[in-house]
């Protein structure tokens, strides 16, 4: 089979933004590797050799690093790489890190080229998503040069990387647990009766690493990181049911800026909410129980009514 395993724009699982990220958004844009150079001549900013390319193309590279400048300051970080642009000019990439300031999130699409290249990171293990259309279960929909609609990673097994013979009754595993994968390393055949073994080990692993979970204090980042911004704290403590608020979610492997809803407060005026994001990293699921209080919120998105 010929076809190409394309991608699509529409990564973002939960697309809240609020006035003030909205505002601050339109003065973001990518810097190039000389104003790097030049507005950080002191610094150890890795400049990235293009010609590398001809010996490690950017098809195999998973990550990229770039900088990024906006009326806040500037700030580099990790882009995912996910698809060349159809005019070959660059790429379509997704923000892997968490920032420290600059409005954006994981998951947030951006473009870039080769002249926007700090650092490039390769790695053979790394999920490969799909951002294209998805079932109702999130794996990925592609369809053939012969017109027929199959699944994406099963398609990427059967096919690429030397490709596989498909067993008669067994099924496609996602050995690691992202229906949206398509990296046939993390794909597998196996018999129907043992995906149930497999969902029982993998159910109980993510309960244990959803307890890993912590909320970051942004009381305590805004006060040690000038350009760390926070809602006033009477906004904070008042927010109404059904509001949405954004909260830093981490574990010892990565943080992830969430929106979360409003379902309950206490009378210690903490917090009940649910998780409205679909993580790009932690193991968390959209539904997920929160507890959370006013130090925790970084951003209020005035769903209900409007915050100052």
Not at 54 to 59: G, H, L, N, V, Y
Not at 157 to 177: D, F, S, T
Request: negative net charge; proline residues 6%.
């Amino acid at each position: 089979m010929g076809a190409k395993l394309p991608g699509a724009l529409g990564r973002l699982s939960c697309p809240l933004t609020s006035p003030r990220t909205a505002s601050w958004r339109r003065t973001l844009r990518r810097l190039t590797w000389e104003e790097s150079r030049d507005l950080f001549p002191t610094e150890d900013v890795t400049l990235f050799d293009t010609e590398d390319l001809t010996a490690r193309p950017m098809e195999k590279a998973v990550l990229v690093k770039l900088g990024f400048v906006a009326a806040q300051g500037t700030e580099f970080m990790l882009i995912e790489v996910l698809d060349p642009l159809e005019d070959g000019s660059g790429w379509v990439g997704a923000v892997d890190s968490v920032p420290e300031f600059l409005p954006m999130e994981p998951g947030d699409l951006v473009t870039f080229g080769h002249r926007h290249i700090l650092e490039v990171h390769y790695s053979d293990n790394r999920c490969q998503l799909w951002t294209g259309e998805t079932d109702e279960d999130g794996h990925g929909l592609f369809e053939t040069d012969e017109g027929e609609t199959v699944l994406a990673g099963e398609w990427a097994l059967l096919n690429l990387e030397g490709g596989q013979e498909k067993i008669p009754g067994w099924v496609i595993y996602w050995n690691c647990a992202r229906p949206n994968c398509i990296r046939p390393s993390h794909l597998e055949q196996v018999p129907p009766e043992e995906t149930r073994l497999r969902d029982a080990a993998l159910k109980a692993r993510k309960l244990k690493a959803a307890e890993e979970v912590v909320l970051v204090d942004g009381e305590f980042m805004h006060a040690t990181h000038d350009k760390f911004w926070m809602p006033d704290l009477d906004d904070r403590e008042t927010l109404p049911i059904g509001e949405s608020v954004k909260l830093i979610f981490t574990d010892s492997h990565a943080a992830e800026r969430m929106w979360v809803e409003v379902v309950a407060q206490e009378e210690d005026n903490s917090y009940h909410g649910v998780l409205l994001n679909t993580p790009v990293h932690l193991p968390l699921e959209p539904g997920h129980p929160v507890h959370f209080e006013a130090k925790n919120v970084i951003e209020i998105h005035c769903e209900v009514e409007c915050h100052g």
